[in-house]
Protein backbone atom coordinates (compact mmCIF):
# COMPACT_ATOMS: atom_id res chain seq x y z
CA UNK A 1 0.00 0.00 0.00
CA UNK A 2 1.30 3.50 -0.92
CA UNK A 3 -0.29 6.66 1.50
CA UNK A 4 1.04 9.88 -0.12
CA UNK A 5 -0.25 13.51 0.20
CA UNK A 6 -2.42 13.14 3.23
CA UNK A 7 -2.97 16.63 5.01
CA UNK A 8 -4.04 17.24 8.55
CA UNK A 9 -4.00 21.18 9.57
CA UNK A 10 -4.02 22.16 13.41
CA UNK A 11 -3.29 19.96 15.97
CA UNK A 12 -4.98 16.71 14.27
CA UNK A 13 -2.15 13.81 14.75
CA UNK A 14 -1.39 11.05 12.23
CA UNK A 15 -1.14 12.41 8.27
CA UNK A 16 -1.37 9.23 7.02
CA UNK A 17 -2.75 6.89 9.62
CA UNK A 18 -3.74 7.40 12.85
CA UNK A 19 -3.20 3.62 14.42
CA UNK A 20 -3.43 2.12 18.13
CA UNK A 21 -1.32 0.22 20.38
CA UNK A 22 -1.57 -3.16 18.76
CA UNK A 23 -1.66 -1.93 15.30
CA UNK A 24 0.99 -2.81 13.05
CA UNK A 25 1.48 -1.31 9.42
CA UNK A 26 3.80 -3.61 7.61
CA UNK A 27 5.36 -3.15 3.83
CA UNK A 28 3.85 0.25 3.12
CA UNK A 29 5.48 3.63 1.22
CA UNK A 30 4.46 7.24 3.06
CA UNK A 31 5.45 9.96 1.14
CA UNK A 32 4.52 13.42 1.73
CA UNK A 33 2.34 13.50 4.93
CA UNK A 34 1.73 16.53 6.78
CA UNK A 35 -0.29 17.24 10.04
CA UNK A 36 -0.04 19.58 12.54
CA UNK A 37 1.02 17.45 15.77
CA UNK A 38 2.61 13.83 16.70
CA UNK A 39 3.25 11.66 13.19
CA UNK A 40 3.28 13.41 10.06
CA UNK A 41 2.82 9.99 8.72
CA UNK A 42 2.14 7.37 11.47
CA UNK A 43 0.20 8.31 14.86
CA UNK A 44 0.67 4.93 17.07
CA UNK A 45 1.49 1.68 16.14
CA UNK A 46 4.42 -0.13 14.57
CA UNK A 47 5.89 0.23 10.99
CA UNK A 48 7.37 -3.04 9.51
CA UNK A 49 9.70 -2.84 6.63
CA UNK A 50 8.60 0.52 5.74
CA UNK A 51 9.72 3.52 3.42
CA UNK A 52 9.04 7.05 4.97
CA UNK A 53 9.65 10.53 2.71
CA UNK A 54 9.27 13.39 2.88
CA UNK A 55 6.52 13.39 6.01
CA UNK A 56 6.33 16.44 8.16
CA UNK A 57 4.53 16.99 11.86
CA UNK A 58 4.60 19.30 14.60
CA UNK A 59 6.37 16.60 16.20
CA UNK A 60 7.66 12.82 14.82
CA UNK A 61 7.64 13.38 11.21
CA UNK A 62 7.56 9.87 10.15
CA UNK A 63 5.73 8.62 13.59
CA UNK A 64 4.57 9.65 16.68
CA UNK A 65 3.94 6.71 19.51
CA UNK A 66 2.24 7.75 22.97
CA UNK A 67 3.69 4.71 25.31
CA UNK A 68 6.40 4.48 27.48
CA UNK A 69 9.10 4.71 24.66
CA UNK A 70 7.29 2.40 22.44
CA UNK A 71 6.65 -0.29 25.26
CA UNK A 72 3.32 -0.59 26.08
CA UNK A 73 3.36 -3.79 27.93
CA UNK A 74 5.12 -6.78 27.93
CA UNK A 75 3.66 -8.54 24.76
CA UNK A 76 4.40 -5.70 22.21
CA UNK A 77 5.79 -2.26 21.17
CA UNK A 78 5.28 0.31 19.50
CA UNK A 79 8.18 1.82 16.71
CA UNK A 80 9.45 0.85 13.35
CA UNK A 81 11.09 -2.41 12.59
CA UNK A 82 13.70 -2.47 9.80
CA UNK A 83 12.27 0.93 8.29
CA UNK A 84 13.57 4.20 6.06
CA UNK A 85 13.31 7.71 7.22
CA UNK A 86 14.21 10.07 4.31
CA UNK A 87 13.90 13.47 4.36
CA UNK A 88 11.25 13.33 7.25
CA UNK A 89 10.79 16.81 8.86
CA UNK A 90 9.52 17.55 12.45
CA UNK A 91 8.93 21.11 14.04
CA UNK A 92 10.20 20.06 17.58
CA UNK A 93 11.33 16.58 18.45
CA UNK A 94 12.15 13.58 16.16
CA UNK A 95 12.21 14.42 12.54
CA UNK A 96 12.01 10.32 11.61
CA UNK A 97 10.64 9.26 14.96
CA UNK A 98 9.46 10.18 18.59
CA UNK A 99 8.80 8.19 21.65
CA UNK A 100 9.23 4.99 19.70
CA UNK A 101 11.14 1.88 19.64
CA UNK A 102 13.20 1.32 16.52
CA UNK A 103 14.90 -1.48 15.26
CA UNK A 104 17.07 -2.10 12.14
CA UNK A 105 15.91 1.60 10.94
CA UNK A 106 17.69 4.19 8.74
CA UNK A 107 17.70 7.81 8.86
CA UNK A 108 18.77 9.88 6.14
CA UNK A 109 18.35 13.69 5.52
CA UNK A 110 16.05 14.18 8.80
CA UNK A 111 15.56 17.35 10.31
CA UNK A 112 14.24 19.14 13.35
CA UNK A 113 14.50 21.11 15.90
CA UNK A 114 15.77 18.61 18.25
CA UNK A 115 16.88 15.26 17.30
CA UNK A 116 16.82 15.62 13.66
CA UNK A 117 16.61 11.86 12.93
CA UNK A 118 14.75 10.73 16.33
CA UNK A 119 13.79 11.69 19.93
CA UNK A 120 12.91 10.24 23.10
CA UNK A 121 13.12 6.75 21.77
CA UNK A 122 14.89 2.98 22.10
CA UNK A 123 17.77 2.76 19.33
CA UNK A 124 18.71 -0.67 18.59
CA UNK A 125 21.14 -1.77 15.08
CA UNK A 126 19.97 2.33 13.44
CA UNK A 127 21.86 4.15 11.30
CA UNK A 128 21.22 7.89 11.45
CA UNK A 129 22.82 9.54 8.39
CA UNK A 130 22.92 12.96 7.44
CA UNK A 131 20.43 14.25 9.60
CA UNK A 132 20.11 17.77 11.32
CA UNK A 133 18.60 19.80 14.08
CA UNK A 134 18.24 23.00 13.02
CA UNK A 135 17.36 24.80 16.88
CA UNK A 136 18.32 22.98 19.61
CA UNK A 137 20.78 19.70 19.83
CA UNK A 138 21.35 16.57 18.60
CA UNK A 139 21.77 16.15 14.58
CA UNK A 140 21.68 12.13 15.19
CA UNK A 141 19.00 11.57 17.95
CA UNK A 142 18.35 13.39 21.15
CA UNK A 143 17.78 12.14 24.50
CA UNK A 144 16.83 8.93 23.74
CA UNK A 145 16.29 6.05 26.71
CA UNK A 146 19.22 3.35 25.15
CA UNK A 147 21.15 3.10 21.89
CA UNK A 148 22.84 0.29 21.16
CA UNK A 149 24.83 -1.03 17.85
CA UNK A 150 23.86 2.45 16.15
CA UNK A 151 25.80 4.36 13.40
CA UNK A 152 26.21 8.20 13.43
CA UNK A 153 27.66 9.93 10.41
CA UNK A 154 28.04 13.11 8.73
CA UNK A 155 25.11 14.34 11.28
CA UNK A 156 24.82 17.91 12.27
CA UNK A 157 23.74 20.86 14.56
CA UNK A 158 23.68 24.53 13.51
CA UNK A 159 23.37 26.15 16.13
CA UNK A 160 23.96 23.98 19.38
CA UNK A 161 25.72 20.76 21.05
CA UNK A 162 26.10 17.30 19.84
CA UNK A 163 26.00 16.70 16.28
CA UNK A 164 25.82 13.07 16.34
CA UNK A 165 24.11 12.05 20.01
CA UNK A 166 22.66 13.64 23.00
CA UNK A 167 21.96 11.82 26.14
CA UNK A 168 20.25 12.90 29.63
CA UNK A 169 20.75 10.76 32.66
CA UNK A 170 21.65 6.77 33.08
CA UNK A 171 21.20 6.09 29.24
CA UNK A 172 23.40 3.40 28.06
CA UNK A 173 25.40 4.29 24.88
CA UNK A 174 27.51 0.11 23.69
CA UNK A 175 28.61 -0.31 20.55
CA UNK A 176 28.31 2.50 18.29
CA UNK A 177 30.06 4.30 15.47
CA UNK A 178 30.37 8.47 15.64
CA UNK A 179 32.10 9.64 12.31
CA UNK A 180 31.96 13.17 10.39
CA UNK A 181 29.71 14.30 12.78
CA UNK A 182 29.83 18.22 13.73
CA UNK A 183 28.46 21.20 15.90
CA UNK A 184 29.25 24.68 16.70
CA UNK A 185 29.48 24.11 20.79
CA UNK A 186 30.57 21.01 22.34
CA UNK A 187 30.45 17.41 21.83
CA UNK A 188 30.65 16.81 17.83
CA UNK A 189 29.76 13.15 17.82
CA UNK A 190 28.18 12.62 21.13
CA UNK A 191 27.45 15.24 24.72
CA UNK A 192 26.86 12.67 27.51
CA UNK A 193 25.27 13.90 30.71
CA UNK A 194 25.69 10.10 32.63
CA UNK A 195 25.04 6.86 31.36
CA UNK A 196 27.58 4.07 29.92
CA UNK A 197 29.28 4.60 27.19
CA UNK A 198 30.95 1.07 26.12
CA UNK A 199 32.78 -0.15 22.99
CA UNK A 200 32.14 2.75 20.61
CA UNK A 201 34.37 4.61 18.46
CA UNK A 202 34.69 8.19 17.26
CA UNK A 203 36.23 9.50 14.30
CA UNK A 204 36.87 12.45 12.30
CA UNK A 205 34.02 14.30 14.05
CA UNK A 206 34.19 18.29 14.76
CA UNK A 207 33.31 20.62 17.22
CA UNK A 208 34.19 24.42 17.04
CA UNK A 209 33.75 25.28 20.78
CA UNK A 210 36.44 26.81 22.88
CA UNK A 211 36.12 23.78 25.02
CA UNK A 212 36.33 21.30 21.98
CA UNK A 213 35.28 17.69 22.74
CA UNK A 214 34.98 17.25 18.95
CA UNK A 215 34.38 13.50 19.44
CA UNK A 216 33.11 13.30 22.74
CA UNK A 217 31.49 15.92 25.42
CA UNK A 218 31.05 14.82 28.58
CA UNK A 219 30.92 17.00 31.61
CA UNK A 220 31.74 15.50 35.14
CA UNK A 221 28.56 15.56 36.58
CA UNK A 222 25.21 16.87 35.27
CA UNK A 223 22.37 18.90 37.35
CA UNK A 224 21.13 15.25 38.81
CA UNK A 225 24.58 14.23 39.76
CA UNK A 226 24.99 11.98 37.06
CA UNK A 227 28.25 10.72 35.96
CA UNK A 228 29.01 8.74 32.93
CA UNK A 229 31.37 5.49 32.81
CA UNK A 230 33.51 4.86 29.66
CA UNK A 231 34.41 1.27 28.64
CA UNK A 232 36.43 0.20 26.00
CA UNK A 233 36.26 3.42 23.60
CA UNK A 234 38.73 3.09 20.44
CA UNK A 235 39.95 6.32 18.62
CA UNK A 236 38.75 8.68 19.68
CA UNK A 237 39.41 12.11 18.25
Known amino acids: LTFTGGCLSGTKTGGAIFGGLTAIIRNCILTNNVCGDGGGAIYVGRAENCFFAGNKGGTGG ?24 SNCWAGTYGGGAQNATCVGCKFYGCSANFGGGASGSRLIDCEFIGNEARDGKAGGAYNPVCVTNCVFKNNKTLYS ?14 GCLFEGNGCPYEGGGLCCRGGLISNCVFRCNVSRAANGGGGLFAPDRDAAGLSPTFSGLGDVK
Open 62 to 85: GIFCTSDHGIYDKSGWQGAYSCVF
Open 161 to 174: FAGGLWTLGEVPVI
